[in-house]
């Protein structure tokens, strides 16, 4: 079950022909692709494309409904392997992932497909993880574009170009029987609008009908002389083809005046952060209508030489507005205008800056500077910026942390108290949930290579006398750590740990479930125990521990795998579910039980504040969010107590980890009885009288000692 | 408001505070009344408890044209800020989206931050300096803890803060609405109706957030009245408020006795009325250290049931049941048996290892049921013999030497000294790290007669980390 359902907007996929369509822009896409005739649809999850991820699963009953085939694939490569499908036959196929790291997975397979070529028109709708929010390595899938020769393109900021771009990158790619990727920025995957809707098109052929008649083309294989010719090819055929469709229908697109000798050129994603910036320098409005010539990339790769001739002649200089680097766009500018004997000056990144992302100030920034260089008279004043309110250090940083009654927290409080007994360790970390490790108040984690590379990230290790450990999620685990981990670790004869994190979704891209998961469903074969699958591939000392919870348990566990006189590589599976998705499923439940009467047992955790004497030991051990800090009510004491707020789920971590540690004895847990049974009560009522008696007699005591 | 009549909108939150849910209502409301309205938002590692930016932009339908808005806010051009915790108001005029024409409206409450919770001593940022610069900084600022208003209305914090949003009359519509946006929302209509009804009204009441002046309490029977007239016979005014505080809990503590002693040593310091004030604050604390017995006595109490009930929001229909999380080892036990058999066991290795074996596990223990609440009962009950217990000579012992180094010190190194009962705090471990990082201050004073600053630095040194490091290489500096 995916963090947030898309069942009710799915509905509004199904709208027809002129009725207009209102949501976000993932759902945008998800209907351009069913308005395209689309024949099969895959991808792996990953922000800021997951949500995409999510829609396609809710809507795979409609899919099937128009003969769309729809899955989830294992990882990017298999999601554009599966793109093999539209070299032989006229089948329109889409496959989304994280960009620039889903790309990395999936760059064999779709060099393979750029090098054949396709027939059907192939889409691969890259969400790219750029800027504010991004939890990535900064770098840009143009890159991919240029070297494998796909188109790329980066739709302006509005649900009806998203929509027509969808349409069109179809038809580009069989126009020039070339693969096109289709760029989401991370705010334009969520920002909402409206489009007038067309009907869903069933595909005219569907995947089942092409396998019932097989076509083969040994020109479409990559291995020689094929492979040679599809250079050749594509640099003779597909490359003008591809160039004259963007050409004829106009896909990239014209803004504000016509004639003037300065003009701005911007990849089509950051057209609407160019605009704002123009109208505060006071050189646009809110409707586009700039009072210079904007030239709009809605296809940034390949460039169009003639447009971009057509743009730049009788202009002295012209400003490109490209974010990341290296600046691929700017050179192929300085070359066609050079080549078109143009004296237009190119300016770019002497502008704006080398990196991070162009928000809409720092394009005005850049914009003034570009001003003021080639025209003066247009440049805004400067004006003295006004000092800061306050300086930065007011503002408390707040890293990504643990959710409450996150089941993975648990695991790192217990490699924390083994470090104390057996000395700092090398951890090897993945991505995922778990990668917050690394940050306060765990401090755990020295590297991390990629989502499943946990376990092949510590095998250069090959220690004598302390192991290493490497982190794995479940998640990574099935998306390749299975062979390129833990297969790699029995090869090569590894001594080091492993830990899978075993919380029964893909839980950090918001969990969708996998082959462990243990939700049954009807499209998906789950209930697979990693367990299993590590002894398959050779792993002989291999645990399982079900509730990561037991801080003791997990530690004991942690400490024998790396005491273990027996020698190669260990597994230990840390198992609880996702708290996020396990609040998500039970709550309902669990309201509902207590409407209806019946006997429920809530449990929840507190502090006491008269015996917690602000150290927040418990805090640096836990960092659940519940398990904060508030004023001391004692007038004494200066330091803050710890305080468990009501958002605590019970899991239990903090008394856990204050027995394991010898912490404090603050801690209590509540078990909250609605709708006590007569058994309750009956004890409840005998409870009460001596206890009630006895607390009666030592409150006199108190008052009588009392000041 | 730009002159096309575009407002802007930014909203920071935390993850999972419902700023997703006001977004909606908010794209909802501009698009049902007349307003082409665009929202965006930032899911995934955000999401998790990090810091993230909803935004939303709307502009009168009808323009010549179709409108492009922003997908981010610009610094200089948002109209409203909603922050839903105090520091990210102050986030906001961080990155400068609350100029002199913005309204923003932000909750006073605080959601630390982990390196705030996870500090040694105090780590909160100074909340203050936000609320300043808000009020500075913005146009009109209405703030109030709307945490605290959407918990007595029995709702969450978007809905409160969409009724402050609506009470600031910031946006061109009518409350209705804005009422109706949540009803369409379909979603926990009848709470989040509340909620904006409780944060209409408290912004526009915009409730000023009073200090409360520190309250002296009056004694309450002829053994306080005499400490207490003590206390202003022979102390300077300074230290009463603490002096009285201390009374009051060493009475609760042990006895009236006790009281006395803490008077009467308080009473053998002489020095300024700051140093009398810190050591009527220290010297409490200390001499109210925590051992079993008074673990035990205050988690008995009828007062800390029935705090407990409420602090869990126990209806009066259903049953609380407390389990504590306990680990007395060996050391704790001994502790608090008379002073010469708790030194005989603790001195026989072989003993203590055996006996050791019994007092290595944690205990669960259930307050609640009979069993448990006897044998705390009769452990609290320890307290006639207290006087007697190894940790109660260990404890005064240490307390006499530090007092006799206070004694001897030049008085601003005295006050600095005093201050370092700070350190002194929690059980077990932590306890320990404290006293030996207490004793290694004290033992440099001796040695060399740190001046005042140097044994404050140290002091601070101490509450860096947990393993030392600040501390050994202050130290060795």
């Known amino acids: 079950m995916a963090e947030r359902s898309f069942k009710a907007e799915v509905e509004r996929l199904k709208i027809g022909d002129g009725e207009v369509f209102e949501g976000e822009g993932i759902l ?101 993880d750029y800027g504010e929010g991004s939890s990535i390595m900064q770098e840009r899938t143009h890159a991919f574009a240029m070297k494998s020769q796909m188109w790329l393109i980066d739709p302006r900021p509005s649900l009806p170009v998203l929509v027509d771009m969808v349409e069109q990158g179809f038809a580009l790619s069989e126009a020039s029987n070339t693969p096109v990727m289709l760029e989401l920025r991370v705010r334009a995957c969520h920002m909402t609008g409206s489009f007038v809707a067309r009907d869903n098109r069933r595909p005219p052929l569907t995947v089942a009908q092409a396998a019932q008649s097989p076509n083969r083309d040994t020109s479409r294989i990559v291995l020689p002389p094929a492979n040679f010719l599809h250079e050749v090819e594509k640099i003779e055929k597909r490359w003008p083809a591809g160039i004259k469709y963007v050409q004829d229908h106009r896909l990239n697109e014209h803004f504000g005046t016509e004639q003037d000798d300065i003009g701005i050129i911007v990849q089509g994603g950051l057209f609407n952060s160019l605009n704002r910036a123009l109208e505060l320098i006071g050189l646009s409005d809110a409707y586009g209508n700039a009072k210079l010539p904007v030239y709009v990339l809605n296809v940034t790769y390949p460039l169009i030489p003639d447009e971009v001739q057509a743009f730049c002649a009788g202009k002295r200089a012209v400003l490109i507005v490209e974010e990341g680097q290296p600046e691929f766009i700017e050179h192929e500018l300085n070359t066609l205008v050079r080549r078109a004997n143009l004296d237009t000056r190119i300016a770019g990144k002497d502008m704006l ?79 995922g949930c778990h990668l917050f490790s690394i940050l306060p108040p765990f401090h755990i984690g020295n590297t991390t290579m990629g989502y499943g590379l946990g376990t092949a990230g510590a095998s250069a290790f090959k220690p004598e006398g302390k192991r290493a450990v490497a982190i794995m999620g479940d998640g990574g685990f099935w998306h390749n750590g299975l062979t390129s981990g833990i297969g790699n670790a029995v090869f090569n004869q590894d001594d080091n740990l492993t830990i899978i994190v075993d919380n029964g979704y893909s839980a950090a ?199 | 408001m730009s002159t096309s009549g575009r407002i802007s909108i930014a909203i920071l939150g935390l993850g999972g505070q419902g700023g997703g849910v006001l977004a909606d209502w908010i794209v909802q409301l501009g698009a049902n ?112 803890d709307m945490d605290d208003a959407a918990e007595r209305a029995g709702s969450v914090i978007s809905s409160v803060m969409f009724g402050a949003l609506c009470a600031s009359g ?42 409360e002046a520190q309250h002296i309490p009056a004694a309450s029977s002829a053994a306080g009245r005499e400490l207490q007239s003590r206390i202003h016979a022979r102390l300077p005014h300074e230290a009463h408020y603490f002096a009285i505080e201390g009374v009051r809990r060493l009475m609760d503590y042990q006895d009236t006795a006790y009281a006395d002693l803490y008077l009467t040593r308080l009473e053998s310091l002489a020095g300024n009325a700051d140093l009398i004030a810190e050591a009527a604050r220290h010297l409490a604390l200390w001499m109210s250290y925590e051992d079993t017995i008074r673990v035990a006595d205050l988690k008995i109490r009828d007062t800390r049931f029935e705090r407990v009930r409420a602090d869990v929001k126990a ?140 044994i404050a630095r140290l002091r601070e040194a101490a509450l860096a980390d947990e393993k030392g490091d600040a501390l050994q290489a202050a130290l060795a500096g």
């Open chain 2, 170 to 211: 910031s946006l061109p519509f009518a409350r209705d609405a804005f009422e109706a946006a949540i009803v369409s929302g379909g979603k926990a209509v009848d709470a989040n109706l509340r909620g904006f009804a409780a944060g209409f009204a408290a912004a526009l009441s915009n409730p000023e957030a009073g200090i």
């Open chain 2, 315 to 454: 209806a009066d229909d259903q049953i609380v049941q407390l389990t504590e999380y306990m680990h007395p080892r060996l050391e704790e036990v001994c502790e608090t048996l008379p002073a010469g058999l708790g030194r005989g066991i603790l001195a026989r290795p072989r003993l203590s290892a055996l006996l050791g074996r019994f007092f290595t596990k944690g205990r669960h223990v259930e307050t609640t049921s009979l069993r448990w609440f006897l044998t705390l009962s009769i452990l609290a009950s320890g307290r006639r013999w207290r006087r007697s217990t190894l940790r109660y000579q260990t404890e005064q012992a240490r307390i006499d030497a530090w007092l006799d180094l206070v004694r001897s010190a030049e008085p601003e190194a005295a006050l600095e000294l005093v201050k370092c009962q700070r350190l002194i705090k929690g059980y077990g471990d932590t306890f320990e790290r404290g006293l030996h990082n207490f004793t290694q201050i004290v033992e440099r004073h001796r040695a060399g007669g740190l001046t005042a600053s140097g």
């Open chain 1, 353 to 431: 800056p080398r990196s991070g992302e162009y928000t809409a100030d720092v394009i005005r920034q850049g914009v003034a500077k570009f001003l003021r260089a080639h025209a003066p008279e247009r440049a805004p004043v400067e004006v003295a910026a006004e000092a800061p309110a306050l300086p930065p250090t007011a503002v408390p940083q707040r890293p990504a942390g643990f959710c409450t009654g996150c089941p993975e927290r648990p695991i790192f409080s217990a490699m924390k108290l083994v470090q104390k007994d057996i000395g700092e360790l090398h951890v090897s970390a993945d991505i």
């Open chain 2, 33 to 144: 009344n007349g307003y082409v309205t665009q929202g965006t938002s930032v899911p995934g590692v955000a999401q998790r408890t990090g810091a993230t930016v909803y935004y939303v932009e709307m502009i009168p339908r009808g323009g010549p044209a179709t409108p492009l808005l922003a997908l981010m806010p610009v610094p200089g051009d948002v109209d409203i800020v909603v922050a839903s915790e105090l520091m990210e108001a102050g986030r906001a005029i961080l990155r400068g989206f609350v100029t002199d024409s913005t309204v923003l409206i932000g909750s006073t409450h605080r959601v630390y931050a982990i390196d705030e919770k996870s500090a040694m001593g105090d780590g909160r940022a100074s909340g203050e300096k936000i609320i300043q610069a808000a009020q500075t900084r913005a146009g009109r600022y209405i703030g109030f």
């Open chain 1, 509 to 707: 891209t918001g969990g969708q479930d996998i082959l462990s998961s243990k939700a049954k469903t009807p499209q998906r074969s789950t209930n697979n125990p990693i367990e299993k699958a590590v002894r398959g591939v050779g792993i002989t000392w291999a645990k399982t521990r079900t509730r990561t919870y037991d801080v003791a348990g997990m530690r004991d566990a942690i400490r024998d795998a790396l005491t273990s006189p027996e020698k190669g590589p260990k597994v230990l599976v840390a198992q609880s579910e996702c708290q996020l998705n396990r609040q998500r499923r039970i709550k309902p439940q669990i309201a509902k039980a207590i409407k209806s009467g019946q006997r429920v047992v809530r449990e929840r955790f507190g502090v006491d504040p008269d015996t917690c004497t602000g150290d927040h030991s418990c805090i640096r051990l836990s960092g659940c969010p519940s398990l904060t800090i508030r004023a001391n009510p004692d007038p004494l004491r200066q330091d803050p107590v710890a305080h468990v707020e009501n958002s605590c789920v019970g899991c239990g971590v903090c008394g856990e980890v204050s027995h394991a540690a010898v912490l404090c004895p603050s801690f209590y847990k509540a078990e909250v009885i609605s709708n006590p049974n007569r058994a309750d009560r009956i004890r409840q009522r005998l409870r009460g009288w001596v206890i009630g008696a006895l607390q009666r007699r030592s409150a006199r005591q108190i008052a009588a000692r009392a000041f």
């Open chain 1, 28 to 128: 945008a896409v998800t209907k351009a692709l069913l308005q395209s005739g689309v024949a099969y649809v895959g991808g792996y999850q990953g922000s800021p494309i997951s949500h995409l991820m999510d829609v396609f699963a809710d809507a795979s009953e409609l899919m099937a409904g128009l003969g769309v085939h729809f899955e989830s694939s294992a990882s990017e490569a298999t999601a554009a392997a599966m793109l093999a499908a539209s070299v032989n036959y006229p089948l329109r196929g889409a496959v989304a992932w994280k960009s620039v790291v889903g790309t990395n997975v999936a760059s064999d397979a779709l060099s393979n497909v750029a090098s054949g070529g396709v027939t059907g028109g192939a889409l691969i709708i890259v969400g790219e």
